[in-house]
């Protein structure tokens, strides 16, 4: 090692003096000083930001992480709403079709955001909770990426109860090409020495053994009587948080009482298809969720067509859905919106073209309206795929943003 090391320091010094020879002069000048200060404070303002960062976690008692392929924004607007009616000072924000900021007096305003999103905006979602007096603090998960979810939980958040909603089919380029793939990314949010809620019972035993080595204990929350609504899930998780939280059944159940209606929003369609109805589930962007509602009793009755909203980075998704909508006899159209190259992916995955068409973006309901008005009337249309760029049709302000 000594010959090694005496190597690189000779061949340093013949390099300089040939650095001198060049009329190089490696004399330290004021600009090494201000390099060095400029790192030394660098270093300063980092421990300085983690000390304050640790003091804001230290404010706030109760802080819920909420990650899960499907209801993350439904399920945080759930709880906090739950944890106000049972008079905790709550905070919450939301990343999903619009980023939302809800006060402990349940006003939302929309999040301001510069330029794309980055999970580093969850330490000023933090700091803006503890300035409003949140006791409790209820965040949805914004990272896709295995480790940046990784980050956002061990570093920024450190929850004490964690939720994953649900496994679904989605994301395939980021967390994984089948289930257990996904389930094992989606955990990298389960918190240390705390509690992970989960509604999925097929991956709670595989939750179990990922959450173990980190102290924590996983609670599988199932739907009662009470859970009623359109998604009864959501409503059991929250009452799973909230009962880990300390408050009796009792309680949790006169708060349930004045939760608010997370159902999928809809739009009568004008004539030439006076009669339809345009159901805007836009949010609902993996094929198994997707599928569950079109067979489910909640989807409208009549000739039934979907909307597909494409975005480009997500061709994996694009094919997903256009093998089950494939599938399905009886779809009479398919009508195709958002990025190019979304017909084309569909078809690759064997849509019919005959079915396929396009809308201008972003759809009109008298668009729709057109493109449906040759189909057995009434005809029940379902918006899916991706909500970008459709934030007003699911009960936002026009122009408040787009995920």
Not at 110 to 116: A, C, D, F, S
Not at 221 to 242: C, K, L, Q, T, Y
Not at 367 to 391: I, K, T
């Amino acid at each position: 090692m000594r010959k090694v090391e005496f190597a690189k320091r000779d061949t340093g010094r013949r390099a300089a003096r040939g650095r001198k020879a060049q009329g190089v002069d490696d004399r330290v000048g004021p600009e090494t000083g201000l390099l060095s200060i400029i790192t030394l404070a660098s270093a300063g303002l980092g421990i300085w930001e983690a000390t304050s960062h640790r003091r804001v976690l230290e404010a706030i008692p109760l802080r819920v992480h909420v990650n899960g392929t499907r209801g993350k924004t439904s399920v945080t607007k759930t709880i906090a709403a739950l944890f106000r009616n049972l008079g905790k000072p709550t905070a919450a924000k939301c990343t999903g079709t619009v980023p939302l900021f809800i006060a402990p007096d349940g006003t939302e305003r929309p999040w301001p955001r510069r330029g794309r999103a980055r999970v580093q905006e969850q330490v000023r979602f933090l700091r803006e909770a503890r300035r409003a007096g949140a006791e409790v603090a209820v965040v949805e998960c914004m990272a896709v990426d295995p480790v940046l979810q990784w980050i956002a939980e061990h570093r920024l958040v450190r929850s004490h109860i964690g939720v994953i909603t649900n496994v679904r089919r989605d994301h395939l380029e980021d967390m994984g090409h089948n289930l257990e793939q996904i389930a094992r990314s989606l955990a990298n949010t389960i918190p240390r020495s705390g509690f992970l809620v989960t509604a999925d019972a097929r991956f709670a035993p595989l939750f179990e053994e990922l959450a173990r080595p980190l102290g924590t204990r996983v609670v599988l929350a199932v739907p009662g009587e009470d859970d009623d609504g359109m998604f009864p899930e959501n409503r059991a998780i929250a009452r799973a948080v909230a009962r880990l939280a300390g408050f009796s059944d009792e309680e949790i159940s006169r708060a349930a009482q004045h939760l608010p209606d997370t159902s999928i929003p809809a739009t009568p369609l004008p004539a030439p298809a006076a009669g339809s109805v345009w159901v805007h589930a836009w949010s609902m962007n993996d094929p198994d969720s997707f599928e569950a509602f079109f067979r489910s009793p909640l989807m409208p009755r009549g000739t039934p067509a979907v909307v597909y909203n494409h975005r480009w980075d997500r061709p994996l998704r694009a094919i997903a859905f256009g093998r089950l909508l494939a599938s399905w006899p009886d779809l009479a159209r398919v009508l195709v919106t958002g990025d190019a190259e979304g017909a084309n992916l569909l078809a690759r995955a064997g849509v019919p073209r005959a079915r396929l068409g396009r809308l201008a973006f972003p759809p009109r309901p008298e668009d729709v309206a057109r493109a449906v008005a040759d189909l057995p009337q009434p005809a029940a249309v379902v918006g899916c795929g991706n909500a970008r760029g459709l934030a007003a049709y699911e009960g936002y302000p026009p122009g408040a943003g787009t995920p």
